[in-house]
């Protein structure tokens, strides 16, 4: 009976480690999804999430479409293995879950209704040009005569 005890002790000790380690595996997989987003909305002047057979997402990418955006990503979460994991990450940074996300400079703008209502006044270009994230407004770059 304690040899039967001994055993049952052990592999519950072997489980609980086995839980242990890939809880942190898993958190460390979700840590470095994260720290991937903020790279990528940090790095890129515009930043879209999105889904490709969302028709917001659609009509987001149609308004930027009409802008020559020099540094934009695109990420489909649909395509990712990791949609869930993403969104829940994006809210963190958002407030939803929801696509479209677009981000400009690192801040997030909004959806397309957002998008849309910025456009209609006006403010998107100005948006885009303060980002220096259009093709016309790139920032010079000195020649030294090399």
Same mark, same amino acid.
């Given at each position: 009976m304690l040899r039967i005890l001994t055993v049952v002790l052990a592999l519950v000790t072997i489980a609980t480690v086995h839980a242990e380690l890939s809880k942190k595996k898993e958190d460390k997989?979700? #840590?470095? %999804?994260?720290?991937?987003?903020? +790279?990528?909305?940090?790095?890129?002047?515009?930043? !879209?999430?999105?889904?490709?057979?969302?028709?917001?997402? #659609?009509? %987001?990418?149609?308004?930027?479409? +009409?802008?020559?955006?020099?540094?934009?990503?695109? !990420?489909?979460?649909?395509?990712?293995?990791q949609t869930e994991e993403m969104q829940e990450i994006l809210k963190k940074y958002s407030g939803r879950t929801t696509v479209p996300q677009l981000f400009i400079s690192g801040k997030f703008v909004g959806g397309h209704d957002e998008t849309k209502a910025i456009e209609e006044k006006g403010e998107l270009r100005p948006l885009l040009e303060k980002a220096h994230?259009?093709?016309?407004?790139?920032?010079?770059?000195?020649d030294n005569g090399a």
């Open positions: 997989t979700l #840590k470095d %999804l994260e720290d991937k987003i903020v +790279n990528d909305v940090m790095t890129h002047k515009v930043m !879209v999430y999105s889904k490709t057979y969302c028709p917001w997402s #659609k009509r %987001l990418k149609a308004i930027l479409a +009409n802008y020559e955006i020099d540094d934009m990503k695109i !990420v489909e979460l649909d395509r990712s293995n994230a259009l093709f016309t407004n790139r920032v010079p770059v000195p």
